[in-house]
């Protein structure tokens, strides 16, 4: 017989490579968002940060900052999220960006 060198195709996973980077989200977002409360009231919420970071102290900073009153709330699905009072998206991503906590690109602002 002759050996033609014919190559047969073995099975590709495309999502082998995600795996080295660190699961299936390489990048992993923090979400913040508004919420709309009765009349002019709103929370502002923080997801996603790392698990490893302290949310006391991250929430500390961030009242003293901004001069509003705020917790973390833990969630089943989500884990733990910061609830800020007020409209403070644009003040809490430059704060995560300033301290070092997160890079700009990890940041999606939502609402309105």
């Given amino acids: 017989m002759v050996d033609i060198g014919i190559q047969i195709p073995t099975?590709?996973?495309p999502f082998a490579e995600a795996e080295e980077f660190g699961g299936t989200g390489a990048k992993e977002y923090v979400h913040i968002r508004i919420?709309?409360?009765?009349g002019k009231k709103s929370l502002t919420t923080v997801q996603g940060l790392k698990q490893d970071l302290s949310y006391e102290k991250i929430l500390k900073c961030l009242k003293k900052e901004f001069?509003?009153?705020g917790n973390v709330v833990?969630?089943?699905?989500?884990?733990k999220i910061?609830?800020?009072q007020g409209d403070q998206r644009k003040n809490v991503?430059?704060?995560l960006v300033n301290a070092g906590i997160v890079k700009k690109d990890q940041i999606k602002i939502h609402g309105f």
């Fill in 11 to 13: 099975t590709f996973d």
């Fill in 35 to 38: 919420q709309q409360r009765n």
């Fill in 67 to 69: 001069c509003c009153n």
């Fill in 74 to 79: 833990n969630d089943k699905e989500l884990g």
């Fill in 82 to 84: 910061i609830q800020l």
């Fill in 93 to 95: 991503s430059q704060f």
